[in-house]
C-alpha cells in the first residue's frame, strides 16, 4: 500500500507516471547518450513509492539545522557557533529513536515526532561546504525531493552561489521550492520586508519564479516554545512554516507534488535527452558537409586523372609520329635495296630499317610509361594522405562543443572505434602502397590487352614485328610474278609502301592509346573506389546514425506529449477540494 495515495484515480495516475517513467528510462538507455539521466531516471522511479520527502538545503551557517530542530520540536540535528553539519541526516518517524550510518557521508535518525509521520526530512551540508563531496551528497538527494526548503539568510540573502544552485533545483530537477528567510530577528521589519521583496524579485529575474518567501526568526521561536509562550509565535513566523510544511501536506497536496515533481523531473530529463540528440544531430550535420567536400574532391580528382593520363599519352603519341616519319625516309631513302630481291640483300634491308628506324623505340616507350604510372602512383599516396587528413582532423575534429571531457557515450564510443579502424586502415594501406608494382601491374594488363608478353613492349616484340612486317609489304610488292624493274612498278610499290606502313603504324598506336588509356582509366578508378572502401565503414554509420536519431527524436515527441498529457490529468484528479478546518500549530506533536 502506499505510503500516502489511496484514492483509486490518485493511485492510476501513480501508475501512468510510473509506466511513463518506464518509457523515459528505455528511451535514454538505448539513446545511449545520457548516461546521467538514465540513473536520475531510476532514481525517480525508486521515489515513486517512498515517503513524502522535504529536503532542507542552504549555504552554510544559513541556519538549516536549527529551523529543522525548531520545527520539529526536538534536537534532531546537530548545531553550533561553526559549521557542524558535515553528512546528509534523513529524519523519519519511528517508535524507537536510533541513528544508523547508511553511508560514509549520509545518516538515517529515526525519531519518536509525530509531525514527521507521513514524511521524511532530509537536512544537507552547506551547498557552498568547501568539502566537495558534501555538495555531491546534496545534489543527489534533491532529485528525489517532493519538497525544497530553501534556507537563505537575512544577513546574506540571495548571494550568487545559491542563484546558481538555485537554477539546478528549478531548471534541471524541476522541484517545488518554499524560500525559508533565517535570522530574521537580527534586522528590523522593514528590513525584513525589504529583504523579503528582494528575493522574490530575484528569483523572477533569475528562475522565472514567483515564490513562497516565509520570514522566519527560529532563535525567538525556539525560546518562546521553551518557555512556554505560544503567544509570541505568531510574531516569529514559525506558525507559518508549520502551515505550509506540516498542516497543508495533506495526502491530496503530497499527491500533487510527487506526481508533478517526478513528471516535471521527467519533462527536465527528457529536455536534456532532446539536447543531446539535437547535439549528436548537429554533428552529423558536420559531419555531413565535411563527406559533401570529401566526395566532391574525390570525382574532381577521378575527373582530372582522367584528364592528366591524355597528357601522358600524348608523348606516346609523339613517338609513334616520329616512328611513322623515320620509316617513310627509310624508304624514300632504301628502296632501291629492293631491285633485286636476294635473301642477303633482305636481311640488309631488315637490319638497316631496325638500325635507323626501331632501335631506341622501347627505352622511349618504356621512359614514358614508366613516367605516367609512377605519376599516377604518386598522385594516388597523395589523395591516401589527403584522405587521411580528412578523418584524423576534420571528421575526428569535430567533437562536441564542450569544455570538459564528454562522457563516454555509444555513439561516441562507436565513432572512435570506427575512426580508429579507418586511421589504421589507411596508414596500413599507405605504408603497403609501392607505386612500382602499381605500373607493373597497369603496364601488364596493358600487354595482355594487346596480345604481347610481359617480355617487354619494343625490342623483339613491336620493334621486330613492325620491322619484319615492313619488309615483308616491301618484298611481296616487288618481288611480282613480272619480277618488274622499272622504275614506274618500283615507284608505285614505294607509295603503296608507305601508305601500307602509315596504316600500320596508326594501327599500332590505336591499339596501345587505347589498351595503355584503358588501364590506367581502371587503375585510377581501382585507387579511388579503393580509398572510398577504406571509410565505407563510417559512411555506413553516418546514415545509420542519420536513421537512429530521426527515429529517437519521433519516440522523445511522443513521451513528451504523453508526459503533457499526465500532467493535465494529475492537476485534474488532484484539484483542491474543500479543506478542513485548520489545525493548531502544536496539536498532534
Known amino acids: 500500500m502506499h505510503p500516502f495515495l489511496v484514492k483509486t484515480e490518485h493511485v492510476e495516475a501513480l501508475e501512468e507516471t510510473r509506466s511513463l517513467l518506464l518509457r523515459l528510462k ?57 559549521p557542524v553539519t558535515d553528512r546528509v541526516t534523513i529524519l523519519k518517524h519511528g517508535n524507537e529513536e536510533e541513528t544508523v550510518e547508511r553511508e560514509e557521508w549520509v545518516r538515517e535518525r529515526t525519531v519518536r ?10 537536512d544537507t551540508p552547506g551547498t557552498n561546504s568547501i568539502v566537495r563531496r558534501h555538495e555531491e551528497i546534496t545534489h543527489r538527494f534533491l532529485p528525489q525531493a517532493d519538497l525544497v526548503l530553501f534556507v537563505t539568510s537575512c544577513d546574506r540573502p540571495y548571494t550568487e552561489s545559491e542563484n546558481q544552485f538555485l537554477h539546478l533545483i528549478s531548471e534541471r530537477w524541476r522541484r517545488k521550492i518554499v524560500f525559508v528567510l533565517s535570522k530574521t530577528d537580527i534586522k528590523e521589519p522593514e528590513e525584513v520586508a525589504e529583504i ?35 503567544e509570541d509565535l505568531e510574531g516569529t513566523g514559525l506558525p507559518a512554516l508549520e502551515e505550509y510544511v506540516l498542516l497543508r501536506l495533506d495526502d491530496r497536496e503530497k499527491t500533487r507534488l510527487r506526481l ?90 631488315e637490319e638497316a630499317f631496325r638500325k635507323e628506324v626501331v632501335d631506341g623505340l622501347d627505352e622511349r616507350i618504356a621512359q614514358a610509361l614508366s613516367e605516367a604510372v609512377t605519376w599516377l602512383g604518386e598522385e594516388t599516396l597523395r589523395f591516401y594522405h589527403y584522405a587521411l587528413e580528412v578523418f584524423t582532423r576534420k571528421i575526428r575534429g569535430n567533437g562536441p562543443d564542450r569544455t570538459e571531457a564528454p562522457p563516454a557515450t555509444q555513439f561516441e564510443t562507436e565513432r572512435e572505434r570506427i575512426l580508429d579502424g579507418i586511421r589504421g586502415r589507411f596508414v596500413e594501406s599507405i605504408e ?18 594487346m596480345g604481347l608478353s610481359a617480355a617487354g613492349l619494343g625490342a623483339g616484340v613491336l620493334s621486330a614485328a613492325v620491322a619484319t612486317a615492313l619488309v615483308n609489304l616491301w618484298w611481296s610488292a616487288i618481288a611480282l610474278p613480272f619480277l618488274a624493274v622499272s622504275l614506274v612498278a618500283l615507284g608505285m610499290a614505294k607509295g603503296r609502301a608507305r601508305r601500307n606502313w602509315a596504316k600500320r ?27 572510398v572502401r577504406i571509410y565505407e565503414p563510417f559512411l555506413g554509420f553516418y546514415r545509420a546514425e542519420v536513421a537512429r536519431m530521426n527515429e529517437e527524436q519521433c519516440r522523445i515527441d511522443l513521451l513528451e506529449a504523453d508526459l503533457d498529457a499526465a500532467r493535465d490529468q494529475v492537476e485534474l484528479v488532484t484539484r483542491a477540494e474543500s479543506r478542513p478546518p485548520r489545525r493548531k500549530a502544536g496539536e498532534n506533536a
Open 505 to 531: 603504324v596508326s594501327a599500332q598506336e590505336r591499339m596501345f592509346h587505347q589498351e595503355l588509356s584503358t588501364e590506367l582509366s581502371r587503375g585510377i578508378d581501382a585507387t579511388i573506389d579503393d580509398i
Open 196 to 230: 523579503r521583496e528582494y528575493v522574490r524579485n530575484c528569483c523572477r529575474e533569475q528562475l522565472g519564479l514567483d515564490p513562497v518567501v516565509l520570514p522566519v526568526a527560529a532563535k525567538p521561536a525556539r525560546a518562546a516554545l521553551d518557555e512556554g509562550r505560544e
Open 432 to 449: 603497403r602502397l609501392d607505386p612500382r608494382a602499381h605500373s607493373r601491374d597497369i603496364l601488364d594488363a596493358a600487354r595482355r590487352g
Open 260 to 349: 508533478f515533481g517526478l513528471l516535471d523531473g521527467a519533462r527536465s530529463v527528457l529536455k536534456r535527452v532532446r539536447e543531446s540528440v539535437g547535439d549528436v544531430t548537429v554533428r552529423l550535420e558536420r559531419d555531413h558537409r565535411i563527406l559533401a567536400e570529401l566526395e566532391q574532391e574525390r570525382e574532381e580528382k577521378r575527373r582530372d586523372l582522367k584528364n592528366a593520363r591524355h597528357m601522358h599519352l600524348a608523348r606516346l603519341a609523339r613517338e609513334f609520329t616520329d616512328l611513322r616519319e623515320k620509316g617513310e625516309k627509310f624508304l624514300d631513302k632504301r628502296h632501291r635495296m629492293f631491285r633485286l630481291p636476294t635473301v642477303k640483300r633482305r636481311k640488309r634491308v
Open 26 to 82: 528505455r528511451l535514454t538507455t538505448e539513446i545511449g547518450e545520457n548516461p546521467r539521466e538514465a540513473d536520475e531516471v531510476a532514481a525517480l522511479l525508486s521515489h515513486l513509492d517512498d515517503m513524502f520527502l522535504v529536503v532542507i538545503v542552504g549555504e552554510v551557517k544559513s541556519g538549516k539545522s536549527f529551523l529543522v530542530n525548531t520545527l520539529l520540536r526536538a534536537e534532531v540535528c546537530d548545531v553550533g557557533p561553526t
Open 113 to 122: 515526532s509525530e509531525r514527521l509521520r507521513g514524511l521524511c526530512m532530509v
